[in-house]
Structure formats: structure tokens, C-alpha cells
């Protein structure tokens, strides 16, 4: 739902965060007589986000407490099944209470349409922590990462290879084409991006000088790329593990694949990464890998985009380096 302007802002935060890591803007003002000698940020009271699981996590479980925590600010987590929402309590109704105690709510979901429901009916910022068609937040940190290492994101190219029409292969299209880079996907057709993704990414693109392409040819995809990333093969939630294998198989990111890039290309994986799966132990460990930074930038992006939400903080355009 951003914009490129704000994109760009909130990578240009996220690394300012990354420098300096304890700015609270989640501590809220201090109660209005603070005795002489007292340091008020003592008596703040800090602002409390949700951050809900209908799915497991490690990275973003932790990334958001951590990141709330470093912002002054208090986080709740949960798990859907120790709350009502496990016993058919409906997501609008759980919108409406927690809209009443916190001042966003992230979650992670199913359905896209589940966390569109929660969205219409909370009156506070709603963050999709993963959803079956997207993970927004993790292309916040890969673009982030990929601005570590090339300065920009702009007119880089980027390719995906694998499991092409889920969540990662949406985002990967939709946020990398925003952020003005030409976005290659290559994987089965069994498994393509969803039309309608692919439709709003064409268009994203030709608005912000990148292009978007898919295919089937690996080869094709990591051509001269200057980033290549891959997902696993079997997403949370997904079946039928033996077909999914055998038809990704040709995809797998190895080194002979990885030649194929750039000399100076980084390889990204969200993770949890299945070696030897869609990525070798050698691509994941080896010199090219930015795997670890990127999952490090998870937590900085994260920060900087709840204090956006919450506090509207943001650096302006001009002080952006371009
Ligand atoms: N990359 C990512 O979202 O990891 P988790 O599933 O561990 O949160
Ligand atoms: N595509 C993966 C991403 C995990 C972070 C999944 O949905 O399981």
C-alpha cells in the first residue's frame, strides 16, 4: 500500500535506525508533573503493539518484539491458538477490541482476504506479517539490503527463482518494480504469479522505470543478474510435497545456476532456508550470500516502519540520498 516516495523513505529510516539503534519514538509523553531531577523518559508510558501468529515464525516473532521493544514501545504477541480467534471469535470483532488497546496491529495469516477484514474493521495500522500471497515486510529488509550493497535499487536487476506464485514471488514483482528495478521470476508453470499480481506489477514498473518478466529458464532469469533470491519449496500451509519437488527440482540455487549472474550479484533467501533443497549449502554459505544481513534487516526496516505507522516519523524526500 505505499508508495515509492515513502519505500524509499523508510529504507533511508530503517538504515538510520541501523546506526542508531535506541531512538524510542515508541515511548510515549511523559505524565505532566515530572519531579525535578527525574529523567521523564522514566515516567513515558510506552505505546503497545499486537503482533499476531495464525502461522509458525522465528525471524518475525522475533524481529518485531525485539524491534518494539528497541523503539520504547511494549509488544503483545500471540498465538491464534491460545486466543478466541482459535474458537471462532471473528477477526472484524478482534479488530474492534484490540483497536481499542494498541496502536497497531501486525499479523500473520492465511487468506488475504482474512487480513483485509481485520483491516477494514481495526481503526489502527494494520501490518501484514505474511499472508499466503504476500510478505511485504521481508521485501522491505531485501530491498533495504540490496541498498547496502549497490547504493540503490533502482535499475538493479533481481531474480527470483522457484515457487514463483506465492507470497515471495508476488511481493518480489510488486514491491520490486515500486522500487524501480527489473524484476525477473523464473519456475514452473505449475506454480506461476497470480494475473492480477502480475497485471499491478507490469503496471508499477512502467510507472517507476523498471520492467517485470517471468519464465520458465532459470538461465534466462539469472542472466547478468546483479541479485538472485529463492524461497523454499513448500510454503506454510501448502501440500502435495512430492510434485512440488519434482517440479521445481531445475530451479534449485546452486553454483553452476548462480554463474550465471553477475560477478558482483548477492544471493537473498528469506529463510528458513532447506539446503540442499532450493539452495545448496555452498550458495547459502558462500561469498555472495547476504542471507544473514538480510534477515538482520528485518528487525531495522520493521522499527522504522511502525515508528512511521505510529508516530509519522519519516525522513522527508530531500534528505534521502539518491
Ligand atoms: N523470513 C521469515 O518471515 O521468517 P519467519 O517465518 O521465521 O518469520
Ligand atoms: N514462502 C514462505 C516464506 C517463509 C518466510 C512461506 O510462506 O512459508
Redesign the pocket.
Request: glycine share 8%; net charge negative; charged share 20%.
Given at each position: 500500500d505505499i508508495t515509492a516516495d515513502e519505500q524509499r523513505r523508510l529504507i533511508a529510516f530503517a538504515r538510520e535506525l541501523k546506526t542508531d539503534r535506541y531512538t524510542r519514538p515508541l515511548l510515549g509523553g511523559p505524565p505532566p508533573a515530572v519531579p525535578d531531577g527525574i529523567d521523564s523518559r522514566l515516567l513515558a508510558t510506552p505505546r503497545s503493539v499486537a503482533v499476531i501468529f495464525e502461522k509458525e515464525s522465528t525471524r518475525t516473532r522475533m524481529s518485531f518484539q525485539v524491534g518494539i521493544t528497541e523503539l520504547g514501545g511494549n509488544a503483545v504477541l500471540f498465538d491464534a491458538q491460545s486466543s478466541h480467534l482459535a474458537r471462532g471469535e471473528s477477526i472484524e470483532d478482534t479488530a474492534r477490541v484490540l483497536s481499542r488497546y494498541v496502536d497497531a496491529i501486525v499479523i500473520r495469516t492465511f487468506a488475504d482476504a482474512r487480513i483485509a477484514a481485520l483491516a477494514g474493521a481495526s481503526s489502527v495500522p494494520v501490518v501484514n506479517a505474511?499472508t499466503d500471497g504476500y510478505?511485504p515486510c521481508?521485501l522491505l529488509a531485501d530491498l533495504m539490503t540490496i541498498t547496502e550493497e549497490f547504493g540503490a535499487v533502482a535499475g538493479r536487476t533481481i531474480a527470483f527463482v522457484g515457487?514463483t506464485g506465492?507470497?515471495?514471488g508476488h511481493s518480489y514483482l510488486l514491491a520490486g518494480a515500486l522500487a524501480g528495478a527489473h524484476v525477473r521470476l523464473a519456475g514452473p508453470d505449475l506454480h506461476p504469479p497470480a494475473g492480477d499480481v502480475l497485471r499491478s506489477a507490469t503496471e508499477l514498473a512502467a510507472a517507476h522505470g523498471g520492467s517485470v518478466s517471468v519464465t520458465t529458464d532459470p538461465i534466462a532469469a539469472i542472466d547478468g543478474a546483479d541479485v538472485v533470491a529463492t524461497?523454499?519449496w513448500l510454503?506454510?500451509g501448502q501440500d502435495n510435497r512430492e510434485s512440488r519437488m519434482a517440479a521445481l527440482a531445475p530451479y534449485r540455487l546452486d553454483e553452476r545456476l548462480l554463474a550465471n549472474a553477475a560477478e558482483h550479484a548477492i544471493v537473498l533467501h528469506?529463510?528458513?532456508a532447506h539446503r540442499g533443497e532450493e539452495i545448496t549449502d555452498e550458495v547459502m554459505d558462500g561469498p555472495q550470500s547476504r542471507v544473514f544481513e538480510q534477515a538482520e534487516n528485518r528487525l531495522h526496516t520493521q522499527k522504522a516502519l511502525l515508528a512511521w505507522l505510529i508516530t509519522d516519523a519519516l525522513p522527508p524526500l530531500e534528505e534521502v540520498p539518491t
Amino acid at each position: 500500500d505505499i508508495t515509492a516516495d515513502e519505500q524509499r523513505r523508510l529504507i533511508a529510516f530503517a538504515r538510520e535506525l541501523k546506526t542508531d539503534r535506541y531512538t524510542r519514538p515508541l515511548l510515549g509523553g511523559p505524565p505532566p508533573a515530572v519531579p525535578d531531577g527525574i529523567d521523564s523518559r522514566l515516567l513515558a508510558t510506552p505505546r503497545s503493539v499486537a503482533v499476531i501468529f495464525e502461522k509458525e515464525s522465528t525471524r518475525t516473532r522475533m524481529s518485531f518484539q525485539v524491534g518494539i521493544t528497541e523503539l520504547g514501545g511494549n509488544a503483545v504477541l500471540f498465538d491464534a491458538q491460545s486466543s478466541h480467534l482459535a474458537r471462532g471469535e471473528s477477526i472484524e470483532d478482534t479488530a474492534r477490541v484490540l483497536s481499542r488497546y494498541v496502536d497497531a496491529i501486525v499479523i500473520r495469516t492465511f487468506a488475504d482476504a482474512r487480513i483485509a477484514a481485520l483491516a477494514g474493521a481495526s481503526s489502527v495500522p494494520v501490518v501484514n506479517a505474511l499472508t499466503d500471497g504476500y510478505h511485504p515486510c521481508q521485501l522491505l529488509a531485501d530491498l533495504m539490503t540490496i541498498t547496502e550493497e549497490f547504493g540503490a535499487v533502482a535499475g538493479r536487476t533481481i531474480a527470483f527463482v522457484g515457487d514463483t506464485g506465492n507470497n515471495m514471488g508476488h511481493s518480489y514483482l510488486l514491491a520490486g518494480a515500486l522500487a524501480g528495478a527489473h524484476v525477473r521470476l523464473a519456475g514452473p508453470d505449475l506454480h506461476p504469479p497470480a494475473g492480477d499480481v502480475l497485471r499491478s506489477a507490469t503496471e508499477l514498473a512502467a510507472a517507476h522505470g523498471g520492467s517485470v518478466s517471468v519464465t520458465t529458464d532459470p538461465i534466462a532469469a539469472i542472466d547478468g543478474a546483479d541479485v538472485v533470491a529463492t524461497d523454499t519449496w513448500l510454503s506454510m500451509g501448502q501440500d502435495n510435497r512430492e510434485s512440488r519437488m519434482a517440479a521445481l527440482a531445475p530451479y534449485r540455487l546452486d553454483e553452476r545456476l548462480l554463474a550465471n549472474a553477475a560477478e558482483h550479484a548477492i544471493v537473498l533467501h528469506c529463510l528458513p532456508a532447506h539446503r540442499g533443497e532450493e539452495i545448496t549449502d555452498e550458495v547459502m554459505d558462500g561469498p555472495q550470500s547476504r542471507v544473514f544481513e538480510q534477515a538482520e534487516n528485518r528487525l531495522h526496516t520493521q522499527k522504522a516502519l511502525l515508528a512511521w505507522l505510529i508516530t509519522d516519523a519519516l525522513p522527508p524526500l530531500e534528505e534521502v540520498p539518491t
